[in-house]
Structure formats: C-alpha cells, structure tokens
C-alpha cells in the first residue's frame, strides 16, 4: 500500500492513562479506481488494515456488471414539501444490490476524544481537502448540521459508526448513502456497523422483498453487519417500484415511538411524519407492543443457546418469525435459516440442519453478494453437515 501524501501524525497522551499513541492522516487518492479515501486513525491500527488487505481492489462480481446494466436503480429528485428525495427510477428486485459506497473519511473515535479541538478540525479538514476532486466536493456539498465550525457542521449528521480492525471504533463518511444536502426528511443515510478483519471496505444497498407491506408505509432499510468482516447490507424491506420514494428507519424500530422522535429531533434535527411514528393510536400501541415481545423473545432466546437448551431455542426462533411478519417487519432470511441450521445441528436434529442450511446457501446465492464470506460459511458448513450424515450411514 502507497499513500498519496505524506502521513500527518499527531503524538496522543489519553487522559487517566500513562500510555501514548500516534494518530496519523493516511490518503490514498487511487483507492477504488480513483475514489479515494482518508484514514485518520493510530498507525498500530493502519497497519493491520494494511495487512489484511482492507484496501486492495478487487475485481466486481458478476452481480456489479448485471446491475450497471440495468441502468441506475434510484436518482435524487425534489419531493413536493419535502426538500429532496431518494426515489426509485426502475422497478427494483427482490434481492437486487442498488448502491455500492466506499468511504471518503474514515475516523478514529480515540482520535475524536484526545486531540484538541482545533488541532483536530485542522487535520479532519485536511483529510477532506487530500482526496480527489470529485469525491472531495461530494463531502463539502453534504447536508450541514448545525455546529460552528465547518467540518464539524459536515461530520455529525453525516457520519457513521464503523468497526475496523480489531473491533477499534471509527467514523465515516459514506458521500453517496450519506446526507443529501438541505434535506432534513427523506435523507437515505446508511446506519449501522461495517466491521473489516479482512477484505476490502465497502458498503452496500439491497433490496428484499417483504410481502403484505402496508401501502402507506416507505419502503424501509435494516442493517446486517457482515460478520466477516467488510460490509454493511442495507436490506430494504420492500420491492419498490419506478417513481416510488426510498426511505430508511434512522432508529432500531423496536424503540418506542416517542424515544424515535426524541432521538431524531436531538441527533437528526428533524420531526418525523412517517406513518410509523405519526399512525393511530391503536395502531402505533400495537405494532410497539409486537416489538417489546419480539425484542424479549429475542433475549430469551440467546439465554437458552447459552445455556444448552436448544430445543426451546428452536421453538421460540419459529415464533420469532410469526411475531416479525405480524408487525411487518420480518428478519433477513439467509440469516434466519442459518440461525436455525445451526441450532438444529447443535440440538443434533442432522435432518433439520441440513434442510435450512441448504435454504440459508440459496438465500445467499439468490442475494448474489459483493461479500461472498456469507455464501462461502454456508456452503462449508453444509458440506461439514454432509460429510456427517455420510459417516452415521
């Protein structure tokens, strides 16, 4: 790996500790064919992304060629009474990748916490004026929050939290799923947490089909964490069709409905309307009720794994599912069978974990991902399943 300017470090004392630690700005202007990207994060830290390859190019899967010709699946376009939106210009599939992104600025929260304000707005701004043209304006035209300085009126509503390395908590900026400019409403912004161990750093956009969504509900996102380390999948909860609107839940939709509105009004600066916040009464008490039990089923069910009991683990998995799909917002397959394949295999049920582990492996082919770690852990632990039901005949 070549930087495209010399590193600007900066020698770190965290408070309450006797220990000290570099933080450097790393630019490559090459990363993704000319994207590039700014890494402002300890040297202990850049290396090891370095050694795992975190920033090597790597040729696009098949699915990347299909999907650039079928044409853009989105364009941003003004919406009556709402500032800008993100809306569908083709009828977009079940499973179909919509947005690939890289990010223009990566952070270090450490970085954040220990340097001095004005030290820290320096180097952050010019982390943003290193990288190339295009993507540089890309960031300065982002929607602005409203702190006093620049750079920090850019990064807070802009900004996600991403994983990297070993577990070490950064920031980034995603310019392409980020804050549109002057849209505090149908902002399409990428949450969650995207974790490199290894492979390249990219965030990705799906859709997935969700049958029986409300007409009056926006075709909502989930975030999956690639356990494997790369990706984010933004998983949308319905096929969307040309001219539909794109919209994303900022906020985990088991919070309470007054916690989401607190919570985007304080981070986001904005009121939202969306009819799972702003629906009848009735309506809004019992789809929260479905999601307290949803998120209890979900503790109790993590309990009882941990525990050995993989039979009841089982049983209240199966329920999870009827509960999501009765508030409409139901888990991403792939995951769910091989959630299941695995708890049958240790429940010893072979029958059972061989049938959703084959489901899970064609919930991941049918997906076509970007990050085939997924597809590649089913498919080993399919065969692993196999070689089993060969040895016990």
Known sequence: MT????????????????????????????????????????????????GMDAFVDKPNPPVAVRRELSGPAYEVRP????????????????????????????????????????????????????????????????????????????????????MLADSEVHVGVFPEVAVYRDDPWLRLKSIGLMHSDRGSITRVVRSEFQKNMPASHPALYHSKRSDSGQRVLQILRAKVDDGNQIL??????????????????????????????????????????????????????????????YKDAIVMTEELLLFSEWDKVPPFMPDYHDTLAHLNYLDGNMANATRYARMAMDGWVKLGSVDDVDLENARVFLEHLARLNTAAT
Not at 9 to 28: A, E, G, H, W, Y
Not at 30 to 36: L, S
Not at 106 to 124: E, V, Y
Not at 155 to 160: A, E, T, Y
Request: hydrophobic share 30%; proline share 5%.
């Open 3 to 50: 930087w495209s300017f010399s590193p600007s470090c900066v020698q770190q004392t965290p408070k309450n500790t006797n220990s000290t630690r570099i933080d450097c700005l790393f630019t490559s202007t090459e990363f993704r064919n000319g994207h590039g990207t700014s890494l402002v994060t300890s040297t202990t830290i850049a290396s090891n992304l370095i």
């Open 79 to 162: 919406v009556p009474g709402k500032g800008q939106g993100v809306v569908a210009t083709r009828r977009i599939r079940a499973g179909e990748i919509i947005m690939v992104d890289v990010p223009a600025v990566l952070i270090q929260i450490a970085f954040l916490a220990d340097t001095k304000p004005h030290h820290r707005r320096r180097l952050l701004k010019k982390a943003i004026n290193q990288l190339p043209e295009e993507t540089r304006n890309k960031v300065y035209q982002l929607h602005r929050g409203s702190a006093k300085y620049e750079i920090d009126a850019i990064l807070g509503p802009n900004s996600n939290t991403v």
């Open 248 to 309: 994303i839940s900022y906020v985990p939709l088991e919070t309470p409905a007054e916690q989401r509105r607190r919570y985007l009004k304080d981070n986001w600066e904005f009121e939202c309307t969306c009819s799972l916040c702003r629906g009848p009464v009735d309506d809004l008490e019992d789809s929260e009720s479905w999601r307290r039990k949803t998120k209890s089923l979900k503790e109790t069910i993590a309990d009882a794994k941990s525990s050995g009991y």
